[in-house]
């Protein structure tokens, strides 16, 4: 009797021992897992003026950056006191629609002191403020932020390339979407001033 | 023996038809989408709010209007597709903001900001019950896109749970320009 009930606590040690242990394992398996995919990629690829970049929902090809306070695309001078960084680009939409989603594509880092957080972006075909990007059709595109005409101007900037990866179905509406943003390219570029350009 | 086989082949089939379940279960998205009217240009079709009927879409290489005092010339790296609509609120005043030209490839085009200073711009207008008005939907669409297309047309930008029109566009609707002249347009 005291035998069998000994066995008995015996197995339930052993497979409770080996519950936790499985338990713990795929605990921190999966810890370890979410950890190296929150870390930023150790060296991010560089890439060049004119090379195409892939960035999920974007393809990019960085031409050229200036820093001018000569007036934008459409004619604005930009608010007093402040002259305009700006970065020019080729933008084509990958994705299946429409889109305007390029605020938060380009970063600068190191990051450059009183920029202003987000670009406007002209269309320089039409030398207005940009909408929607339609998928497929490539575009030239210019993104500028505001410095304050105080601020010293870099010789260089660093420009880190957000990218986005598809998802069918996402956790919460199950429908398709752009998540997860993470750099994809750093590419670095000289300032030159930008000859004023004025729309039609 | 025979009775392993059947257990293990009974298991097998609830598998499948359990996957097949999960795989065909429609999202929430889904369920909650749009509710699809079809119908073709030519004839008026009546949605949930609002009527409309596409007369006809121009391709065009070249846009160009008159408005602010100033004339606009609009080129593309694609085409341009306007389409003329006779739309009205049905039964009482409306607005559509959902037009999309939709590809035969399954790419979706919204209607193009661009154009948006165009007089007979139709987006986002009032539309007032038993006053049908005429107006421009223009989209800016890939050369591959603009045979076998169909324009998705509703009252919001996205949809849930109300009528999106879903106008075929055959090709004796389609007519071809080289420049236009959307002040002109009939």
Known sequence: ????????LRRSLASKLTIGIGGLLALGLTTAQTFREAMPPARLPIAQAGQPIDAGRWQIVIREAGLSSAPRPDGYRGRPGTKALSVDLDLTNRSSESSNAVARLLSFDPPITG?????????LRDGAILGSLQ????????????????????????????????????NLLAAPGWFNPKPVAAITLLLRPVPARTGS | MIRFLARAAALAIAALILFALQQT?????????????????????TGRGFTLRVEKVVLAERLRWQAFGRSYDRDTGGLWAVAVVEAEGTPATTALSGATWLAASGLRFEASQ??????GFLRGKRLEPGLPQRGLLIFE????????????????????LDTQLRIALPDDRIEQAETLDLDTLK
């Open chain 1, 1 to 8: 009797m005291a035998t069998m009930a000994f066995a008995a």
């Open chain 1, 115 to 123: 920029l202003s957080p987000w670009p406007t972006a002209y269309l």
């Open chain 2, 141 to 160: 669409i890939g050369r591959d896109a603009a045979r076998r297309g169909a324009l998705l047309v509703s009252e919001a930008r996205w949809p849930r």
């Open chain 2, 114 to 119: 661009r154009a948006e200073s165009a007089r």
């Open chain 1, 135 to 170: 998928p497929g059709l490539p575009e030239r595109i210019r993104m500028v932020w505001d410095l304050p005409e105080a601020a010293p101007a870099p010789e260089a900037i660093r420009v880190v390339i957000t990218g986005e990866t598809f998802k069918p179905r996402d």
């Open chain 2, 25 to 45: 279960t429609p999202g929430y998205s889904e369920i909650t989408g749009p509710i699809t009217q079809r119908g073709v240009a030519g004839t008026a079709i």
